[in-house]
């Protein structure tokens, strides 16, 4: 006898998890009660024990359902509104918190020293030039507080045996015919704030100290000093272990290198960390005893390893997860010493004072290395005064919430290594000035040894004319890309070659027009095409761009001739560069390229642009 499986299974109700909302959920509740317990209960009013249930069941479904949205929205930095995750996001994405930034601007500090003459030549006397020490304060008309934030060495020589400031004739003598003192001018970088310093005790040993410090919106950790005159660096994680400090240069291209860029170890250090709420900065140390000799660069697991001594079995034991952290990997935690920590805070949009609003001196940290006499050291000091021609910029008030979080997918996509090229040229151009600075870089393949690759770079001289970049220059790029690479990248960093040209064109021009007025202006259009911002390092020359700029020139019928004419060594009192190639020859489907590492320069338009109407 067949038995009929189907009558013994209950029907499938089809139910919807799509309910988010109080009357969604009512309703599906409603049905489903309806359909079930038809016999139970009839009554799902609103004041009714029935209507009762359904409004809690929803309400309590509605809750959860909003609370799981906004969970959810939580993990994404974008959506999430809570102060708390934000902060959390940023920290995550390698962002802090920041208060209010300062302004900055550039500031022309002239004094006035007595003249003295050299073979046939005057000059300001060597003795009375003093150098103005960094953190001097300026005060602006509207009352903000601008420092210097380097030495201004008044003494300072080019390698040529010049002045680096600059000078001109303050004063003359009775007779009128020799110069009496000078005005010497040097400029400075000035930023706004407040600088000060709060002194703490540190007592005994600690993993991982704090100091917060009193005042908000800091913007510069100037230095953090102990008892015994160490130094701590600030990094951005504590697992860093070196820093890069700047060294004064003293070689033959310190005019266009000021500073060499040494790495060194820096067992004591500190990270920052910024509160949103008051905008204050807490200092984290490491977890290093100082104290105690520490030679593993890693802590030793067997050290805290359990030791038998023959037994066959052993009872339940526990484990002390510090011992792991009293190694110096993460750094050194200041104990039993005094910390004097110096800081600059302060900022906001009304630190951008106008132009010529700075000329007060308030503050003076001064020096004379060459031994003036007092009557003259004192002139000197009165003499200081200052202006800044431009305003000053860069000042903004703390970001807001909806504005650090906007902050966040750009610095999630960064990173701290070099990866692709454009990871290599973003380092480049945005390397310290104080180091040298690089006009143009350019990355190529090694034909010869795929495992590397060449670094073409030219940089400006003091006549803002492309030149060879200085070897302390290519010192300081290589120390700095090195801890940024990845460690199977190699590369060569060599010269670009800079191949000066020339052009030269012969048009027929429209007979009603004047010549000279269409030369003059096809030369003009021709030299701001081929400035010199306009080439990178391996960019050619396309015939069809000149082409274009001469026949769209009014007057112009058409165009005869066109040539681009290399430039070497020395023509008519003019000095370009050595290097060259044959440009004929190298001309193909109408582009000029030049040699491999090599940079286009229009060196003197008013000489190399040539042309001639017919």
Known sequence: MAINSKKNVKKKTDRSFFAKDFDT???????????YFPDKISDFSEPSVAGLFLDMASSVGDSLSFYLDHSFNELDPIKSVEPENIVTHMRNAGLDIVGSSPASTILTVTITVPAEKKGNDFFPKMSSLPRILSNTSFISNSGVRFVTTEDLDFSRKNAAGNFIANYSVRSLTDSGAEPASFDVSM???VVSGEVTQEIFTMGTHAPFKTITLLNNNV?????????DGDDYYQVESLSQDNVFVPVDNFRNDSELVSHNLELMPAPKRYITRTTFDDRKTTLIFGSGDAEIFDDDILPDPSEVSLELFGKNSIERFSIDPNSLLRTQTLGVSPSNTELTIRYRFGGGLSHNVSANSINTLENLFIEFRNKPEAQEALSVRQSIRCNNELSAKGGTDAPSLSS???FIPTARNSQMRIVTREDLL????????KFGRVYRAAFEKNRSNPLSGLLFICSLDSNNNITTSPDSLKLNLSRYLNEYRLISDAMDILDAKVINFGVKYEIMA???????????NINEAIAFSMRRDNFQI????????LTNIIINTSGVLSLVSLRVIPRVGNIEGREYSGATFPF???VKYGILRGPLGSIFELKFPQFDISGNAV
């Open 426 to 433: 973003a380092r480049i151009y945005t390397f310290p000035s």
């Open 584 to 586: 004929e020859e190298s």
């Open 510 to 520: 429209r007979e009603e027009t004047d010549r000279l007025s269409i030369i003059n």
């Open 219 to 227: 913007s510069t950790i100037i230095s953090v000093v102990d008892s």
């Open 187 to 189: 400029d400075v970088l």
């Open 538 to 545: 391996g960019q050619p020359i396309v015939f069809d761009d």
């Open 404 to 406: 650090l979080r906007g």
């Open 25 to 35: 959920f009512k309703a599906q509740l409603l049905r489903e009660a309806r359909t």
